[in-house]
Every structure is written in C-alpha cells, then in structure tokens.
C-alpha cells in the first residue's frame, strides 16, 4: 500500500504571485486615476471653451443692439445716417469692434424683378466688368434666372431670385475675380428696394438708367461730398449732370430702411463675429427694428 505525501507549498512562490497582484492592481488604480484626471481635464477645458464661446457670442449681440440704438436714434433725429462705428467698447472682459452700415447703397440684385430696372442693370454690369461677350451672357443669365423666378413667386410672394450675393458664384462663367469686382456693388436684400443715393458708390449709380455714364456718377458724388449729402430726392434729381436723364423718384431714396451690422468681439482666446441684417420698421407708436438674419464668420 502506497501512502500519500502531503502537498507541501512554497512559501516564498505564494509570496511572489501575491505581489504580483498587488502591485498588478495597484497599476490598474493608477491608470484608473490618471484616466479620470485626465477625463476632468478635458471636460474643464471643453466646458470653458463652450462657456467662452457663449459669452463671445453674446457680446457679439450686445454690439447688435448698439447697431439697433443707433440705427433708432438715426431716424428719431432726422439723420441721413449711412454708417456709424463701435470702437474698441469693453464689456465682461472682452472687446467690442464693428460698425453699422446702411444696405442699399449697392445696386440689390432682387431690384431685377421690376423689368423697368433691367436696362440700368445692364448699364452697370457693363461698366464694371466691362463690354464683352462674357458680360452680355451674364446678363442674360441673370435675366433669365429672375425670369424664371416669377413662376416660383406666384406660390410664395415672399420669395425673391437671390438669398445672398454668394449665389452668383454658382452662374456659367463666373470666377473668383470678376465675383470680386462686383461684390462691392451689389447686395441682396429681401425685397424691391430703393437706391440710397447718399451711399451710392458710383457704379451702382449706373443702375437707374442707362443714360447714366461713368463720369455722371463720379461728379454726382463730387456733389454729395461737398453738399455733405442730399437732403431729399428732389435736390438729387435738380442736379445738373441729371439734367437728360430720365429716372423714377421712385427708385432712390435719402435714407436706408435696411442695414448690416458687423461686429467682432475678442474675448479670452475667442475672436468671433458676427453680421447682422437689420430692418427698420415705422409704426404710428414709434420706429423699431427687427433682425431679418444673423452670420457668423465672413458675411
């Protein structure tokens, strides 16, 4: 009969596994800690990126407002206000920069729903890109696009051809430089609007008819500096250089009822800005304004 011999184990061996185990777990609560850490590392510094964020963000309509009040009191006294300027305005430890500019004094580009603005168009598009080939079939494409807009319109009289100059962009033949040579002139708002002619740059000018020449625009301005603009419509049209030129009372107008505002707000690392359409609207109670669209980044 064989007899059995007790299992004899290793201390020592059974020392170094527990270890092992330990310090095994120890890691672990190590990695686990340093995870954590850095996890509320993160969520701190995503939780103030999105704190500086907002707050950049409403300063940037706090310099919304100010374009509001000003566009408010403009029309209060009287003034022919065509632009104004937000200066270096400290407010929550950040900077304020932007100004409030009158948005018609650029041909609008939904004006070509009127047919009787289409040879004025033509005028202008000539003039600034040119007598060519290449111009007269932009001119026929934006004719016909707006043209075929008015079967959409029947549906929705709210609609207008173009939401945004950008659209241009997407037009056969349509490049960097010639968008570039055009988008100082041209805007477009929600609806028909009247050309300020105390903001009119010389080109947009040329849209209200096609009598109107290059150097008729150009001394037309020379005159609104020196008269520090005009007063009313009538003094524009007694004008000299006008003396020939056919053009509806109509389609100009001394004072804007629509305005971009653009503000940029530096605060902590952020740098933001903000472009704003603004529409003034006259009661019988009073004036007040209402922001038609907001964009932030380039307009």
């Not at 672990?28 to 509320?40: D, M, N, P, W």
């Not at 590392?41 to 407002?65: I, M, P």
């Not at 009247?194 to 008729?216: E, R, V």
């Not at 804007?256 to 503000?263: A, G, L, N, V, W």
Request: glycine share 4%; charged share 15%.
């Amino acid at each position: 009969m064989v007899k059995k011999r007790p299992m004899s184990i290793n201390v020592s061996y059974a020392k170094g596994t527990i270890l092992i185990v330990a310090l095994f777990i120890i890691t672990l609560i190590e990695i686990i800690i340093v995870g954590l850490a850095t996890y509320h590392r993160v969520s701190v510094h995503h939780s103030k990126n999105f704190y500086d964020a907002l707050e950049a963000t409403n300063l940037c309509l706090a310099g919304e407002d100010w374009a509001r009040m000003r566009i408010i009191k403009s029309f209060k006294n009287n003034e022919n206000m065509t632009q104004d300027t937000l200066s270096n305005l400290t407010l929550k430890n950040g900077t304020i920069n932007g100004q409030v500019t009158d948005a018609q004094g650029q041909l609008n580009i939904n004006n070509l729903i009127n047919a009787n603005m289409q040879d004025g168009f033509k005028n202008f598009l000539t003039n600034v890109l040119g007598a060519n080939e290449k111009t007269e079939s932009f001119v026929s494409i934006i004719q016909n696009q707006v043209n075929d807009f008015e079967n959409h319109q029947a549906a929705d009289l709210s609609l207008v051809p173009f939401s945004s100059i950008t659209e241009l962009r997407t037009l056969p033949g349509m490049n960097q430089e010639l968008f570039l040579k055009l988008s100082p002139h041209i805007s477009a708002l929600p609806e028909v609007t009247a050309l300020n002619i105390n903001s009119a740059t010389n080109y947009s000018l040329l849209s209200l008819s096609p009598k109107i020449t290059l150097d008729t625009a150009k001394a037309i301005i020379s005159i609104r500096d020196n008269m520090h603009g005009f007063s009313s419509v009538d003094t524009f049209f007694a004008l000299e250089p006008l003396a020939e030129i056919e053009a509806s009372p109509d389609a100009v107008t001394v004072q804007s009822q629509y305005f971009i505002s653009t503000m940029t707000v530096h605060y902590q690392a952020i740098d933001l800005t903000l472009n704003s359409l603004i529409k003034v609207n006259k009661r019988d109670n009073g004036i007040d304004t209402m922001v038609i669209w907001r964009s932030f980044g380039t307009l």
